[in-house]
């Protein structure tokens, strides 16, 4: 006790705050605001039409759809896959279902024909995947064009992460579990792709409105 009336004015207790997860998962699309984003971005042409199918379709982060390259994203009529880079260097890849492949196979069409067009663009792009107006599409021109895309589609507030949520809602909706949909996401720890399992309040509400009904 003596001790501790000698040192303590001294002592510096260092408290590591809790992290309280915020109640039910991240906030994704609904079906027919996903749909509306869908028809809007096809309306934009090739290029943002496959882009913002590989968002939803691959559940990439913005900044791993910006890296692709012509060769991360083979392509046929029955099968496709992403190459993703993402945090960490860890590369990843996953299936893509047919409507980002679709979408792809014509935005690489429409790419080719740009860059014969365009030889100081095609020099400037290299094997990136997204042209933009002088080079690669940037990260915030991959953010700009899912702004865009959302605006047009009724969600002013879209941005890319929102998209990335509503592929892995999509998941777990369909019956993926906690390790798959860790890996197709990226996740280091289990406990990130948790949040998709967490009930919302409502859900948790009406499962007791049904437990209780006497």
Known sequence: MTLLYEHG?????????????????PEALTRAQEN????????????????????????????????????????TARS?????????????????????RERLA?????????LVARP??????????????RGRLTVDGVTDVVRAV??????????????????ATRLREAGADHAQIQALLGHTSIETTARYFRASPAEVADLVDRALDY
């Open 106 to 114: 014509a935005w690489l069409l429409a790419r080719a024909e740009l």
């Open 36 to 75: 509306a984003v869908r028809r809007a971005a096809d309306r934009r042409g090739p290029r943002d039409a496959a882009l913002i199918a590989v968002l939803l379709g691959a559940g990439a982060r913005a900044e791993e759809a910006q890296r692709l390259t012509v060769a991360d994203v083979p392509i």
């Open 80 to 100: 496709g896959t992403a190459r993703l880079h993402g945090k960490g260097d860890e590369v990843r890849t996953v299936p893509l279902p047919l409507p980002a």
């Open 150 to 167: 959302g605006t047009a589609a009724g969600l002013p507030r879209l941005r890319p992460h929102r998209l990335r949520h509503t592929y």
């Open 9 to 25: 004015p001294g002592l510096r207790l260092a408290i590591k705050r809790a992290r309280v997860p915020k109640p039910g998962a």
């Open 120 to 133: 100081a663009l095609a020099e400037a792009v290299g094997e990136g995947l997204w042209t933009g107006q």
